[in-house]
């Protein structure tokens, strides 16, 4: 599988003739730079565009986050994968109110799923899985427009966030999910999670024909990459969620992994390695996919993804997002 | 001449004859751009195959048209060389296409496929029959990649080793 590197620590990433190396105040070590697919960069780094061209002939993709571990922005190298005819077809998806419409609800309905999931072996947050059912039972054929399905899916939002305070520790309670600024451990931690699963998702879409910029549920003003907020929603229970959960119930990360300032609570460098390691283990643990007949990694179901959509697109085969069934 | 004029790119030409061969949806997709990168041992294999079993000295690459480099042997013939020889009528027929363009061209050569792994090759010469068969073969890539949506996926053999396995399967 092609890695993931985290540059947590601050320093220089250099090209020395035909090597990438990151060079800390410590240690000097060279990049496997063939084997990588993205390098994610927390730290304060300092890299010159003789490091970029090379990273860039390899089509590596950088991801960048601020100091408080949120996502900042992407450097991607000029692409191999492009074809007109995937791109106009995903714009005419956009542009056409039902067929628009039926991705966005594919994305919910994919999220609300794995939501359920999470909670199903519960038995704390058994209220909480009814009402969440009641909820989508009761929404899900009432949509007319996008505004009503992103009502519905906020509304199981906050009944799903509500129930984590059930079955983690209390230390993390929650009163709201607030995004930005997060101003207590548990909302740094999930906009953390959110934060790398949207840039590896971004990763994919970038190995593929698809456009990032065109999406279905999010309008694409919203954020530059807005299509990977789309399909980010699949994921974040799936992936991020079960990663928090874990963390938490196994005391990995504890409220000594936080730090606060005026505005932000946050993850600090010991509680973002933590978290990172879990995440990555998560991304490659694999499940055996029966169509397949192969073992696939969540990083993987991420691409396939993908792969549905352009089959979508070019009327090849109707998209059905997954839902996880191991 | 004139089925060779709407076409520029002789390479990517030929590589969609030797898909028509193997599979008619892989040649749409691979028609619209829609390609992945195969990190499969087989392609790997396939390349440094062809970078180490014939040296370099050995050819000289002609540039046809300012467009496409084709390796032509010192003796004259044009090659390709190829992993196995499970997809021979594809391999035959894309180089067979190659004799033809040079032909319009009114270069003769002669072709061969190189199967380094099996010690074999085989030597090909542009028959009326071959030249038919291309015609036909340029007119068919044209119907198929011309349909708005892909032939549907059918399992064969040489699914589980094909780039688009996840594509397709998944
Ligand atoms: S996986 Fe099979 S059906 Fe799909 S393109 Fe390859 S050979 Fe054709």
């Given at each position: ?5 985290y540059?947590?620590?601050n320093?220089r ?5 035909n090597t ?8 000097k ?19 010159n565009t003789?490091?970029l061209?090379?990273i860039s ?5 950088l ?5 408080y571990?949120?996502y900042a922005?992407s450097?991607?190298?000029r692409?191999k994968?492009v074809?007109g005819d995937?791109v106009?077809r995903?714009?005419?998806h956009?542009l ?5 419409l039926?991705l966005a609800y594919c994305?919910?309905e994919?999220?609300v799923y794995?939501?359920?999931r999470?909670?199903?072996?519960r038995k ?11 909820e989508w ?7 007319s427009?996008?505004?009503?399905l992103?009502g519905?899916e906020g509304?199981?939002r ?6 984590f ?8 309670a929650?009163?709201?999910?607030e ?5 207590n451990?548990i909302?740094?931690?999930i906009?953390f999670?959110?934060?790398l699963?949207y ?7 970038y190995?593929?024909?698809l456009?990032p910029?065109?999406?279905f549920l999010h ?5 530059r990459?807005s ?5 980010s929603?699949i ?16 005391r ?8 606060e ?7 600090n ?9 879990e995440?990555?283990s998560?991304l490659?643990?694999t499940v ?6 192969r073992?696939?990694?969540?990083k993987?179901f991420?691409?396939?993804?993908c ?12 998209y059905?997002?997954?839902?996880a069934?191991w | 001449?004139?089925?060779i004029?709407e076409f ?8 969609k004859?030797?898909?028509l061969?193997i599979?008619?949806?892989k040649l ?11 990190t499969?041992d087989k ?6 195959l062809?970078?180490y079993?014939y ?12 467009l496409?480099?084709?390796d032509?042997?010192s003796?004259?013939?044009i090659?390709?060389v190829?992993y196995?020889?499970k997809?021979k009528?594809?391999?035959i027929?894309?180089v ?16 061969i496929?190189?199967?380094p792994?099996e010690?074999?090759?085989e030597?090909?010469e542009l028959t009326?029959e071959?030249?038919e ?9 044209e119907?198929?990649?011309t ?6 996926a ?11 396995f996840e594509f397709?399967?998944g």
């Amino acid at each position: 599988m092609q890695k993931s590197l985290y540059l947590t620590s601050n320093g220089r990433l250099r090209r020395h003739e035909n090597t990438l190396y990151f060079e800390t105040e410590v240690e000097k070590r060279s990049i496997d730079i063939e084997n990588v697919e993205q390098i994610h960069i927390f730290g304060e780094v300092d890299l010159n565009t003789k490091a970029l061209n090379y990273i860039s002939q390899y089509g590596i993709v950088l991801h960048f986050y601020n100091y408080y571990g949120f996502y900042a922005g992407s450097f991607l190298p000029r692409k191999k994968n492009v074809s007109g005819d995937v791109v106009v077809r995903q714009a005419l998806h956009y542009l056409d109110r039902e067929k628009r419409l039926f991705l966005a609800y594919c994305f919910v309905e994919s999220a609300v799923y794995h939501m359920m999931r999470n909670l199903r072996e519960r038995k704390e947050a058994e209220a909480f899985l009814i009402a969440i059912e009641d909820e989508w039972g009761k929404g899900r054929f009432n949509i007319s427009n996008i505004a009503e399905l992103m009502g519905l899916e906020g509304r199981i939002r906050n009944i799903y966030y509500q129930s984590f305070n059930q079955f983690l520790p209390e230390d993390f309670a929650m009163e709201k999910r607030e995004k930005r600024p997060p101003t207590n451990p548990i909302n740094a931690l999930i906009s953390f999670g959110n934060s790398l699963i949207y840039s590896h998702t971004l990763s994919q879409i970038y190995q593929t024909q698809l456009d990032p910029t065109i999406s279905f549920l999010h309008e694409p003003s919203e954020k530059r990459f807005s299509l990977s907020l789309d399909i980010s929603e699949i994921f974040k229970p799936l992936i991020v969620d079960t990663v928090i959960f874990k963390l938490l119930n196994n005391r990995q990360i504890s409220l000594e992994h936080f730090d606060e300032d005026l505005n932000y609570c946050y993850l600090n460098q010991e509680g973002k390695k933590i978290f990172i390691k879990e995440f990555q283990s998560k991304l490659e643990t694999t499940v055996r996919h029966r169509q397949l007949n192969r073992n696939v990694s969540y990083k993987g179901f991420i691409r396939l993804e993908c792969y549905k959509l352009i089959k979508h697109f070019i009327g090849d085969q109707v998209y059905s997002p997954l839902k996880a069934w191991w | 001449m004139e089925d060779i004029q709407e076409f520029s790119e002789v390479k990517f030409q030929g590589i969609k004859i030797n898909y028509l061969y193997i599979c008619k949806r892989k040649l749409w997709l691979f028609s619209k751009n829609i390609t992945f990168e195969s990190t499969s041992d087989k392609v790997l294999l396939g390349k440094v195959l062809h970078e180490y079993s014939y040296p370099k000295e050995n050819t000289k690459e002609v540039l046809i048209d300012n467009l496409v480099m084709i390796d032509i042997l010192s003796d004259g013939s044009i090659r390709e060389v190829k992993y196995s020889s499970k997809m021979k009528e594809a391999d035959i027929m894309q180089v067979v296409y190659y004799l033809y363009y040079l032909k319009q061209k009114g270069i003769q050569k002669q072709g061969i496929i190189n199967y380094p792994k099996e010690k074999r090759k085989e030597v090909l010469e542009l028959t009326p029959e071959y030249k038919e068969k291309v015609k036909q073969a340029l007119k068919e890539i044209e119907e198929i990649t011309t349909k708005p949506i892909p032939p549907p996926a059918q399992k064969q053999k040489i699914c589980k080793s094909c780039a688009y396995f996840e594509f397709c399967w998944g």
